[in-house]
T-cell receptor, first 110, second 114 residues
Framework: TQLLEQSPQFLSIQEGENLTVYCNSSSVFSSLQWYRQEPGEGPVLLVTVVTGGEVKKLKRLTFQFGDARKDSSLHITAAQPGDTGLYLCAGAEDGNQFYFGTGTSLTVIP | DTGVSQDPRHKITKRGQNVTFRCDPISEHNRLYWYRQTLGQGPEFLTYFQNEAQLEKSRLLSDRFSAERPKGSFSTLEIQRTEQGDSAMYLC????????????FGQGTRLTVV
């Protein structure tokens, strides 16, 4: 059972465009993580958000945690081919297991 | 500074054989997680340990799967009588275990059952 739904599932854009990926749930999480994964490798942590309404920026990436701590978004400005990968959100309930989203596969075309 | 290490990176086995994977977490992390991931999907929870205690096990985990973390350090995941449906990436992650902290993943073990 997937507690976290991501949209879109697939995204193909031109270099330089902006994009937003959404992660939604009906559950409340104590924290939410975003990961990026390349084929054949494990997920690499990008950011953790813990406070409702929190916004974090990592260079061209902006992460937001919903006020109710049920949803999150990832916005990429001026996408580059190096941003290509599978983006995963994961929610933690009181530090127990992490529930992963369905993933968003991003392709940035040069 | 070493991250989470998994061994082997790749394993090809014949259907019906047993396989065992190893995970070495980040040394100060007391929580260790196993996940399974199929192509294009998000990781699916299998089980997790707090030190040497196995605290939760997915209902999706059949009796052919067993995991151990005997001294609260490294962990092993064994699959008995492998089936083709077991083919997947098996991911291990560790975390400090404090509520609200993140998990760090290894590079995974890619299992192919032929």
């Amino acid at each position: 059972t997937q507690l976290l739904e991501q949209s879109p599932q697939f995204l193909s854009i031109q270099e330089g465009e902006n994009l937003t990926v959404y992660c939604n749930s009906s559950s409340v999480f104590s924290s939410l993580q975003w990961y990026r994964q390349e084929p054949g490798e494990g997920p690499v942590l990008l950011v953790t958000v813990v406070t409702g309404g929190e916004v974090k920026k990592l260079k061209r990436l902006t992460f937001q945690f919903g006020d109710a701590r049920k949803d999150s978004s990832l916005h990429i400005t001026a996408a580059q081919p190096g941003d290509t990968g599978l983006y995963l959100c994961a929610g933690a309930e009181d530090g127990n297991q992490f529930y992963f989203g369905t993933g968003t596969s991003l392709t940035v075309i040069p | 500074d070493t991250g989470v290490s998994q061994d082997p990176r790749h394993k090809i086995t014949k259907r019906g054989q047993n396989v065992t994977f190893r995970c070495d977490p980040i040394s100060e992390h007391n929580r260790l997680y196993w996940y399974r991931q199929t192509l294009g999907q998000g990781p699916e929870f299998l089980t997790y340990f707090q030190n040497e205690a196995q605290l939760e096990k997915s209902r999706l985990l059949s009796d052919r799967f067993s995991a151990e973390r005997p001294k609260g350090s490294f962990s092993t995941l064994e699959i008995q009588r492998t089936e083709q449906g077991d083919s997947a990436m098996y991911l291990c992650a560790s975390s400090p275990g404090t509520a609200g902290t993140e998990a760090f993943f290894g590079q995974g073990t890619r299992l192919t059952v032929v």
